[in-house]
């Protein structure tokens, strides 16, 4: 590569202090300019660079992405640089940034470091990326734009979640998330759902169940529990609504006074522990029971329903030679109480409903829903 790159570029009209430009270059041009200085410390303790560990993971969803024929990144990578950068006028707000690479990279990318490692083996390597330039006095004035280009506050979970399942071709990990979002919120909006505007969402921040809590049920059940079963049949979306809408209306009718008018602060039934607990109980009754109807899931709560504390008591977790106790409301949505919680109901109803058990092959499937 030769020792200057010339690039055309726009420059914007900001600080007068700052000299700030755009232009498109591929991933090895970028690297060239460019350097990632990571976080560390010097055999001083004196902190050197400011970049995070790569994500593996990230990189390589990036990755599988950009390896497709329609594959657009619009996203720029910033490189800030303090010298060897010289911008000159062309024509209005048109200009010529020369870079001087004969001695290394002179600037730093102070972000999208993790779409340029993505993209950096990829075998077209005449795929461009945009470039947002910026020309510092100094280091200290380079590290402070880094900290506040870093800054920025990300959109929340909630609304990226609702905003899934309007989106085709998604990597693996976020289309489970996107089916799940999509059940969420039709459980949400459907007024045929007995969870009719009570689940909390960027759109309905009146709801009081937590949209991650039912989108965990929804996910885990879809992967290896009752919505695997029912997703297969031609009516599957529809058989899975009525299924997830049908057992938390049993729920609100068996467990009334746990549930109206509550908080998770008042009633842990409602609270995420709960209602990832109780999504195992969802997958007793329908693999253990052959619970398929609001009245069957009903049924088998009615049984277990003078056993539990969701908003007073004490829980009584093990058996007679360790029991462990715990208040009601100390119980928190980790995974360690869930755990706990789900096991006991899971016990609760096998030992309630042994009339209706029809058999026992799937009490390990049973076990992972629901609690990962």
Not at 232 to 240: A, F, L, N, T, V
Not at 249 to 258: L, S
Not at 330 to 359: A, G
Request: charged share 25%; hydrophobic share 40%.
């Amino acid at each position: 590569m030769t020792n200057k790159l010339v690039f055309s570029a726009v420059r914007a009209a900001q600080s007068p202090q700052h000299v700030v430009f755009s232009f498109a270059a591929t991933a090895a041009e970028v690297f060239a300019m460019g350097r990632i200085e990571r976080a560390g410390r010097g055999d001083g303790g004196t902190l050197r660079g400011f970049q995070r560990p790569q994500i593996a993971s990230h990189i390589l969803e990036i990755r599988d992405y950009l390896e497709r024929e329609d594959a657009v990144l619009p996203n720029s990578v910033v490189l800030a640089f303090t010298d060897r950068v010289t911008v000159t006028q062309v024509k209005d707000s048109i200009v010529e940034v020369e870079v001087d690479v004969s001695d290394g990279p002179p600037g730093l990318i102070v972000d999208g470091q993790q779409r340029l490692s993505a993209l950096a083996p990829l075998t077209d390597k005449s795929f461009q990326v945009f470039v947002s330039g910026i020309i510092c006095q100094n280091e200290e004035e380079l590290r402070r734009q880094f900290i506040l280009i870093n800054n920025t506050r990300p959109l929340p979970k909630e609304l990226i979640y609702e905003l899934l399942p309007g989106i085709a071709s998604l990597p693996e990990r976020m289309s489970s998330r996107s089916m799940a979002s999509a059940l969420t919120q039709r459980l949400n909006f459907d007024r045929n759902s007995t969870l009719y505007r009570q689940i909390r969402l960027h759109t309905n921040p009146e709801g009081v169940i937590a949209s991650n809590a039912i989108q965990r049920v929804i996910m885990a059940s879809r992967s290896h529990g009752a919505l695997r079963v029912l997703a297969q049949s031609p009516d599957g979306d529809e058989r899975c609504f009525g299924l997830v809408s049908d057992f938390y209306g049993a729920i609100q009718e068996v467990f009334k006074k746990d549930w109206v008018g509550l908080s998770p602060k008042t009633s842990r039934l409602v609270h995420s522990v709960g209602i990832i607990s109780m999504g195992r109980v969802m997958e007793v009754a329908f693999h253990v029971c052959g619970a398929r109807t609001f009245a069957d899931f009903r049924e088998v709560l009615k049984n277990i329903s003078g056993q539990t504390h969701w908003t007073q008591g004490v829980w009584s977790f093990g058996n007679s030679d360790n029991v462990r106790k715990r208040a009601w409301n100390e119980l928190q949505s980790v995974h360690p109480d869930i755990q706990l919680l789900s096991d006991h109901l899971d016990r609760l109803v096998r030992q309630t409903n042994r009339d209706r058990v029809l058999q026992e092959p799937t009490v390990d499937l049973v076990r992972k829903t629901a609690t990962g």
